[in-house]
């Protein structure tokens, strides 16, 4: 018996044994150095790659281009209002299986970076939220509400789970080592006060509780209570430090370019100023740094939020809109990698030493059992400098580190690009666009379907709960005879919140305006036609992304909130603002579904008339097109057209508007500290002229393009053209100026 015992008490053992070893091997923790994945300390570098701004034939080769690029994991955010469109009703398909992704990352040996948020900002409409939420009873979001508790709650477990169920968290065998709860909360929390201390502390508790086997982070987040590490996002993160000793240094968010904006320049980071960041952020102690972005990706439909952020959301980064690899941003920052890499024993053992080498240079070494490591650093903006370390002489162009993994040799400068760099051409295609037609919308059938008439002006979100970017104010005025002054036109303004209006008097356009980033209120004045009698004034207001960001920004009011004025009648001013306005959400053509390629009938639309129809407001052009061969990546050139939207086969390729970049593009170094305004391009072009089409939303023939056109455009010249990076002879050297 005594035996038996003995015996099951050593098998026994033996399980424990091995239970703990698989443990160990699927454990994530950290300490004041590092992330530490599976009793190993590691210096880790991470890509943001975000699921829907792409699509699931191209995610295999980003990722893939991403490892190659010397990363060690991918970082997402999860987009709340792609998933629950409406309240329990989940989307998990197609772009948005968050899922598939996931897995395609860890096939490829890569980890995840999940920032559930689910307030994620991105430049994505609402922040990510579904609008629905704000419809909620007594709902405030991201402060201590129990009505957005809830629903953040529910949301967030809801992913969770998904992830528990598919054995996704390192703890289970999976990839994902970290997630994020919330999402630069920081300034957010002074302005709520104590309730959003509290609601931050609860959201923290919360994650915890959750139980994932992996660390959760808080971004730009101080006061993030343990054992949350709280991380630093921005272009230059070396003066960050955690909140606790014990906690490890890292960079959620290494800006490696900047977001565009209809209306504005395209703004790029010079590689060498992104590795300088990133050099001097690993020799002052950091162990994570994560690119935002590396593969940048498209905004398709009407996702893009800010307002006004272009479809493209390129930013700059190491692999482009399309897919194709940057250079020399990609290779620079890929040998960075490998020369950090070659230091990460040393890195994660020791603490460096500085010694002053100048006024302007240092020395960081790190020296322990595991080796010696050496960062020598210039941080003149002008001046190169030579500088002695070691008994040896080392020259430093200005701004930059240089990288000795053994305290001797330089393998490593962060201004000494040796890549060849790659100029984008957009080449034309064999894809000829035929059997065009045209659909008008009817002003007057916007009148017949109103489906709202109130007295006073409405908000305009509160009636198109965002279904549309869309929504007709219109009223009518009688004018009589006596009224109207010979040879003079009335004057209408219209002030609105909006971010676009369109103003049409008796079913003619009179005209529009357009708000901008910095200033969404703007108004429209101008003469307009009226006669003796009715007349009929309708009003467009166009959406071009909700807000994302900001303290309260769900309450921020847009549409045309007045007031809405006529001027220069001998009867003097009226006030149209308290009339009787009838109100009707979205546009004739969404309401027949014309992008669907199931939509109307042939019949409805007026063929082969692109020519006669030119520079017509309100106008749906569709036209065919066989697939280009070959499988470079495409696009629509859009450069004669207004504004409005474009559908390839029922996919939504985005909101378009040929508005010019206004900046700054005489000058660019890659020296001193670096703002998105320093290295602008693109000035006096159109903010963006192409648009990508992904391959996989396409047939081998007679794939249907159709376009609305808000203020009127040449239809017979869009191209569907190819990008191609073509990579010059020529290598660089030290770059100090662009």
């Known amino acids: 018996m005594e035996a038996h015992l003995a015996s099951k008490w050593c098998l026994l053992c033996m399980v424990l044994l091995i239970c703990g070893a698989q443990l160990a091997q699927c454990s994530v923790a950290y300490d004041r150095k590092a992330i530490i994945i599976n009793g190993q300390k590691r210096i880790l570098f991470s890509g943001s790659i975000h699921y829907p701004r792409s699509t699931p034939q191209m995610w295999e080769g980003l990722i893939q281009k991403a490892k190659d690029g010397g990363l060690d994991v991918i970082d997402t955010y999860v987009f709340w209002n792609l998933h629950e469109p409406s309240p329990g009703n989940y989307n998990f398909e197609g772009r948005y299986d968050l899922v598939r992704f996931i897995k395609t990352i860890q096939k490829a040996g890569l980890y995840v970076h999940l920032r559930i948020g689910p307030y994620i900002c991105a430049e994505w409409n609402f922040g990510g939220f579904p609008v629905w939420l704000k419809y909620v009873p007594g709902i405030s979001f991201r402060t201590d509400n129990e009505p957005f508790k809830m629903a953040m709650q529910r949301f967030t477990q809801k992913i969770v789970q998904m992830m528990k169920d ?43 509780e959750f139980g994932t086997g992996v660390p959760w982070v808080m971004c730009k987040q101080d006061d993030a209570p343990d054992p949350i590490i709280n991380t630093c996002n921005g272009f230059y993160c070396d003066y960050f430090s955690p909140n606790k000793p014990y906690k490890p240094t890292m960079w959620t968010e290494a800006w490696s370019g900047w977001f565009t904006e209809f209306g504005g320049t395209i703004h790029q980071r010079p590689v060498e100023d992104l590795a300088f960041a990133v050099a001097r952020f690993i020799q002052k102690g950091g162990s994570f740094v994560n690119y935002y972005m590396y593969q940048g990706g498209t905004n398709f439909g009407r996702t893009a939020g800010g307002p006004f952020i272009t479809t493209s959301y390129d930013y700059d980064a190491p692999i482009d809109e399309y897919g194709l690899i940057r250079q020399p941003k990609y290779g620079h920052l890929k040998e960075l990698h490998r020369a950090v890499k070659l230091c990460e024993q040393a890195l994660v053992s020791a603490d460096p030493t500085i010694t002053s080498l100048g006024n302007y240079e240092k020395a960081h070494v790190f020296s322990s059992k595991s080796g010696c490591a050496a960062f020598l650093s210039n941080y003149h903006t002008e001046s190169s400098s030579r500088v002695t370390f070691n008994n040896r002489h080392y020259d430093l162009p200005p701004w930059s580190i240089s990288i000795l993994p053994d305290c001797r040799n330089v393998v490593y400068n962060t201004a000494k690009v040796g890549y060849q760099t790659s100029d984008v051409k957009m080449l034309p295609t064999n894809a000829e666009l035929v059997s065009w037609a045209t659909f008008g919308e009817d002003i007057s059938s916007a009148e017949d379907d ?35 002054r010979r040879g003079q036109r009335p004057t209408l303004t219209v002030q609105s919140a909006g971010d676009a209006l369109h103003v049409f008097i008796n079913g003619r356009l009179s005209g529009s305006a357009f708000g901008t980033r910095k200033d969404r209120k703007f108004t429209f004045t101008g003469n307009v036609d009226l006669h003796a009698g009715m007349n009929r004034i309708s009003l467009l207001s166009v959406a071009v992304g909700l807000p994302n960001n900001g303290f309260r920004f769900e309450t921020r009011k847009t549409g045309v909130l007045g007031p809405v004025l006529l001027n220069g009648l001998d009867s003097g001013r009226k006030d149209l603002s308290w009339k009787n306005w009838s109100y009707k959400v979205g546009l004739k053509g969404e309401a027949m579904n014309l992008a669907s390629p199931n939509g109307i009938s042939a019949s409805d639309w007026v063929k082969e008339s692109t020519v006669a129809q030119k520079n017509q407001s309100l106008t749906w052009y569709k036209a065919y097109f066989n697939a280009p061969g070959g499988d470079d990546p495409l696009a629509l050139d859009m450069a004669s057209m207004g504004k409005g939207q474009v559908w390839i086969n029922g996919h939504s390729i985005g909101r378009y508007w040929t508005v010019y970049a206004n900046g700054d593009c005489t000058k660019c170094s890659y020296s001193g500290t670096f703002r998105p305004k320093k290295c602008q391009v693109g000035c006096g072009q159109p903010t963006q002229r192409w648009y990508h089409i992904p391959r996989s939303w396409l047939k081998p023939t007679q794939n249907q393009l159709i376009v609305f056109e808000e203020l009127g455009g040449d239809a017979s010249r869009i191209t569907v053209v190819k990008r191609l990076a073509v990579t010059n002879v020529k290598r660089r050297k030290d770059a100090t100026k662009y």
Request: no cysteine.
């Open 166 to 208: 598919e054995k996704l968290f390192q703890a289970e065998g999976g990839p994902i080592i970290l997630s994020q709860i919330e999402n630069e909360y920081g300034s957010v929390t002074k302005a709520f006060g104590s309730a959003g201390h509290a609601y931050m502390t609860w959201a923290a508790k919360m994650a915890v």
């Open 450 to 484: 109103s489906k709202i008439t109130v007295s006073g002006l409405l908000e305009q979100l509160n009636v198109t709960r965002d279904t549309s970017d869309y929504l007709w104010y219109m009223t009518s005025v009688k004018i009589n005879p006596s009224e109207l």
